[in-house]
């Protein structure tokens, strides 16, 4: 079935708005942000819960509010995105925005027309900039362009010393009280993680957290999906696709696109919970590969008998089960999974070591240790490994489907 690629993208960023799932309160913020003079946003989040996918509807959210509040009418306003990049600077990076921004008949603008190589001027051309974009070379340029957003993604892969120059630009933009919105975007647990080099910056930035989706939002997506495709899921099926996402959308348009071709496979347009025991399969063939290795560098041993698997296993179920609201689980909380995986009584002495050795480098470091002997904590350096865990121990037959979901249904 073709059109399921339509619905489900687990691999590129969801960019239409009839299929983005969840998140009305995150681009409700976004709007109110807009609205306001002087007010700009910093979305931050774990990697795999989103952003970027909210990032892409941006643009066709603010058209709705902009029509909403002024008519059809309203002017087409500027929405800008671009990517971050570790060799960045704050001036290449803000050269690569302006230059999205061509100056078209004394006013600018993006895709209204094509335009021939010789006749397009980009902004930065227009206002004579080099590469050597200034603070205040930026400040000026932008208020020039009343009503515009700056997306800057993957903000936290910029130099520390390079970021620090746009918490200068955003101050100084609203201590002006510039009519132009800039939105940072990156991976962070606290607004301190991207910005903290301004005291003051706070009262000028609306700080919007990108949580896990719950399991009403992972169900949109799937309900997204059964109208855009014309397929339907059956309850054990949603059930299964929701609480193996852990809250992760990514996983769930892999898991619903593969479950979706494997019903399509038996002529069927209704998918089943047999359907998404092979799409774990396929889905765990083609995660990410980073995934993948660090899956493989964790769990290799030579010696016969070895447990690295199903203490993985285990710390992926407790983390499902007993994390915290960062993640974080107590070795206690693996001897249940434990006892369960291997059919037998475990205690904590029978694999306290393998879960030391899980945040060590020889390990990958796959998990992070907090706290003090005899009051250690773990969590997952990378939130999308625990569904990995889980989907290819049932594929390796590590353990069974129907075990997995007696452990998660605990939650």
């Not at 306001?36 to 066709?60: D, W």
């Not at 206002?127 to 603070?135: E, M, Q, R, S, V």
């Not at 201590?175 to 962070?188: E, K, Q």
């Not at 206690?332 to 050795?357: C, D, K, Y």
Request: net charge neutral; hydrophobic share 45%.
């Amino acid at each position: 079935m073709t059109s399921a690629s339509i619905a489900f993208s687990p691999r590129t960023p969801i960019s239409t708005k009839e299929l983005f799932a969840g998140r009305w309160g995150q681009m409700q913020a976004i709007g109110d942000t807009v609205a306001q003079v002087g007010l700009h946003a910093v979305i931050f989040g774990e990697r795999g819960v989103g952003k970027t996918s909210l990032t892409h509807v941006i643009a066709p959210v603010l058209a709705v509010l902009d029509r909403r509040k002024e008519g059809n009418a309203a002017t087409q306003r500027l929405v800008v995105r671009v990517n971050a990049n570790n060799t960045d600077t704050f001036a290449s990076l803000v050269a690569k925005a302006m230059d999205e921004i061509y100056w078209l008949e004394d006013r600018p603008a993006m895709g209204l027309r094509p335009l021939s190589r010789q006749d397009r001027v980009t902004l930065r051309s227009a206002f004579g900039l080099g590469n050597d974009i200034t603070i205040d070379d930026a400040r000026r340029t932008l208020a020039q362009l009343p009503g515009s957003v700056f997306i800057f993604d993957e903000f936290d892969r910029l130099p520390k010393k390079q970021a620090a120059s746009f918490t200068d630009l955003i101050k100084g933009l609203s201590d002006a009280a510039i009519a132009t919105t800039i939105v940072l975007v990156g991976v962070a647990e606290t607004v301190d993680g991207l910005m903290k080099d301004h005291a003051s910056i706070g009262r000028a930035l609306t700080q919007i957290p990108m949580p896990r989706m719950n399991e009403r939002e992972l169900g949109e997506i799937l309900a997204n999906a059964e109208k855009v495709i014309k397929v339907s899921f059956d309850d054990a099926a949603r059930m299964q696709i929701v609480r193996m996402s852990q809250g992760l959308p990514h996983f769930t348009h892999l898991i619903g696109l593969h479950a979706v071709r494997a019903a399509a496979a038996r002529h069927s347009r209704t998918i089943t919970a047999e359907d998404v025991q092979k799409a774990f399969s396929d889905a765990v063939s083609q995660s990410d590969q980073t995934v993948a290795s660090a899956y493989s560098t964790a769990t290799h041993s030579a010696q016969p008998g070895a447990k690295y698997s199903h203490v993985l296993l285990a710390a992926a179920i407790a983390a499902y089960i007993n994390g915290d609201s960062y993640g974080y689980f107590q070795p206690s909380h693996l001897v249940g999974p434990m006892t369960e995986i291997l059919g037998r009584p475990e205690e904590i002495a029978g694999f306290n070591q393998h879960l030391s050795q899980f945040a060590e480098a020889k390990r990958g470091s796959v998990l992070n240790r907090d706290g003090g002997p005899r009051a250690y904590r773990f969590r997952f350096n990378q939130p999308l490994l625990p569904p990995y865990v889980i989907m290819r121990s049932i594929r390796d037959g590590i353990v069974t489907t129907e075990l997995v979901n007696k452990m998660m249904s605990d939650a």
